[in-house]
Nanobody, 123 residues
Framework: VQLQASGGGSVETGGSLRLSCVAS????????IGWFRQAPGREREAVSC????????YYEDSVKGRFTISRDNAKNTMYLQMNDLTPEDAAVYYC?????????????????WGQGTLVTVSS
């Protein structure tokens, strides 16, 4: 049972990246899923989630309109499309899943975590 994140890299301001996270050993379609990030010297924060119970999405205010979370149940993979990146988006990004009863995008409720993928954005 694991999550494998990929897609991080180094881009210039205004660039785009798509993060992917493949689940193995369990299915994403019965999970609340999310992306979190942690920048140096800062606490981990929620970026975006899909709440399994009703399909609603959450976005952190600073990423609204720029980031899009999605999942492909057939591929058992979740994504985070990140556009118009700024240096403030630079961080290690983690994918995570919680049980189907998780209805908030709060890291304490997410039980499974990927290994993190680094995003750097140059100005």
């Amino acid at each position: 049972v694991q999550l494998q994140a990929s897609g991080g890299g180094s881009v210039e301001t205004g660039g785009s990246l798509r993060l992917s996270c493949v689940a193995s050993g369990f299915t994403l379609d019965s999970s609340t899923i999310g992306w979190f990030r942690q920048a140096p010297g800062r606490e981990r924060e929620a970026v975006s989630c899909i709440i399994n119970k009703d399909g609603s999405t959450y976005y952190e205010d600073s990423v609204k309109g720029r980031f899009t979370i999605s999942r492909d149940n057939a591929k058992n993979t979740m994504y985070l499309q990140m556009n118009d990146l700024t240096p403030e988006d630079a961080a290690v990004y983690y994918c995570a899943t919680g049980s189907s009863i998780v209805v908030v995008c709060v890291d304490a409720f997410f039980a499974r975590w990927g290994q993190g993928t680094l995003v750097t954005v140059s100005s």
